[in-house]
């Protein structure tokens, strides 16, 4: 089985809550299954593991929500959760500047975080990396969009500028796995 850190999920609950539509939440909580609103209704613990399917109906139940294309509204999460991720395991790279630090560093911490698939990290020139994702998992596509967005808006707050993503491959449309390349300026 497949399962993230609540920390992930509260990515979503805290985006909900901190949206200016009021009525966002309970229009979202709506469209859940009931074992979906138990198990993130009450309170989701950051440390603890949650199955990666309540993930998946979460961020479909959230895209039915928005009048906003799904790209926009998890790229949103995703710049979101970063500074609160960044402050939580990576807040040396933020001090040293250094975004290959922290790319290197998610290596070593993704399993703790995310308890599927694996991350592969490749520093191919000093302002350039290669990143890849093999899932073991389904992954739908608002799932990448978040995944990109966190790294770029990591990659900023270690000090890169005018950082772009390009997409080699994805795993949500029928790829092998997920890959980017990663660069930025200093």
Request: charged share 25%; aromatic share 14%; net charge negative.
């Amino acid at each position: 089985m497949s399962d993230i850190r609540g920390l992930i999920l509260q990515s979503r609950l805290d985006f909900l809550e901190n949206h200016i539509d009021t009525n966002l939440s309970q229009r979202v909580f709506q469209k859940l299954g009931d074992p979906v609103k138990q198990a993130i209704g009450e309170q989701v613990f950051l440390t603890n593991l949650y199955p990666f399917h309540l993930l998946k109906d979460l961020d479909a139940a959230i895209a039915e929500s928005f009048d906003l294309s799904m790209k926009e509204i998890f790229k949103e999460i995703g710049n979101k959760t970063a500074p609160v991720m960044m402050d939580r395991y990576f807040f040396t790279y933020m001090q040293q500047k250094n975004p290959q630090g922290l790319l290197a560093q998610l290596e070593r911490v993704y399993p703790y975080i995310w308890e599927f698939g694996k991350y592969s990290y490749s520093k191919s020139d000093s302002n350039e990396a290669n990143i890849k994702f093999d899932y073991d998992e389904d992954i739908h596509k608002s799932y990448c969009w978040f995944i990109q967005s966190f790294l770029a808006t990591g990659v900023t707050l270690c000090g890169g500028k005018s950082v772009k993503i390009e997409e080699i491959e994805c795993e949500a449309e029928d790829g092998e796995s997920c890959q980017y390349k990663i660069s930025w300026n200093e």
